[in-house]
């Protein structure tokens, strides 16, 4: 589900500022996290990530407070 402030800023026709990964390593989503990004997609879809790295993808953006993470 996509956080409050990300469908908001959409609805309005802003521009917010994200990523696309591929990359299947926690430590890319954490340090892209990191960039004062306010989203982070993150691409099962067309890589051979486990749900298990997904999930370890998914904890380090959350460690990077206002930043959303979205599963494709």
């Given at each position: 589900?996509?956080?409050?402030?990300?469908?908001?800023?959409?609805?309005?026709?802003?521009?917010?500022?994200?990523?696309?990964?591929?990359?299947?390593?926690?430590?890319?989503?954490?340090?892209?996290?990191?960039?004062?990004?306010?989203?982070?997609?993150v691409?099962?879809?067309?890589?051979?990530?486990?749900?298990?790295?997904?999930?370890?993808?998914q904890?380090?953006?959350e460690?990077?407070?206002?930043?959303?993470?979205?599963?494709?």
């Amino acid at each position: 589900m996509i956080e409050t402030h990300l469908k908001d800023a959409l609805e309005s026709r802003e521009y917010p500022l994200g990523t696309w990964i591929s990359i299947g390593h926690p430590a890319i989503t954490e340090v892209a996290a990191h960039l004062d990004l306010e989203f982070v997609v993150v691409d099962t879809e067309h890589t051979t990530t486990s749900l298990e790295t997904v999930e370890d993808m998914q904890r380090g953006v959350e460690a990077a407070p206002g930043t959303t993470e979205m599963v494709v």
